[in-house]
């Protein structure tokens, strides 16, 4: 309840429906408060990757304000793991 759409670069999980075991991630260009208790975040963007994330609202959209192009996320990198009985390979 702590973590809240409150600022840019929020990474958060939506499922795509009851019992259909599907889901989409998504990350936010602003503040989104009508999302909060709606779905799960589980991360945020930092440092200089923040640009990468502004140049992503720049994207030509489709239906539903989707990318036509989507981009791909091809590699993460914990900077503060919050969870130290869990170890990270």
């Known amino acids: 309840q702590r973590l ?3 600022k840019r ?3 958060a999980m939506a499922n795509a429906g009851k019992n259909n ?3 989409q991630f998504f990350m936010t260009f602003g503040p989104c408060e ?3 208790k709606k779905h799960t975040i589980f991360g945020k963007v ?5 640009f990468n994330l502004m140049g992503m609202q720049s994207l030509d ?4 304000d989707r990318p036509l192009d989507p981009p791909v996320i ?3 990198k914990v900077v503060e793991h919050p969870f130290t ?3 990270i390979s």
Not at 61 to 64: I, V, Y
């Open 4 to 6: 809240k759409f409150t």
């Open 9 to 11: 670069g929020i990474v």
């Open 21 to 23: 075991n599907k889901s």
């Open 34 to 36: 009508h999302l909060n």
């Open 46 to 50: 930092v440092g200089d990757t923040i």
């Open 61 to 64: 959209t489709g239906e539903q």
């Open 74 to 76: 091809r590699r993460i």
């Open 85 to 87: 009985d869990i170890k």
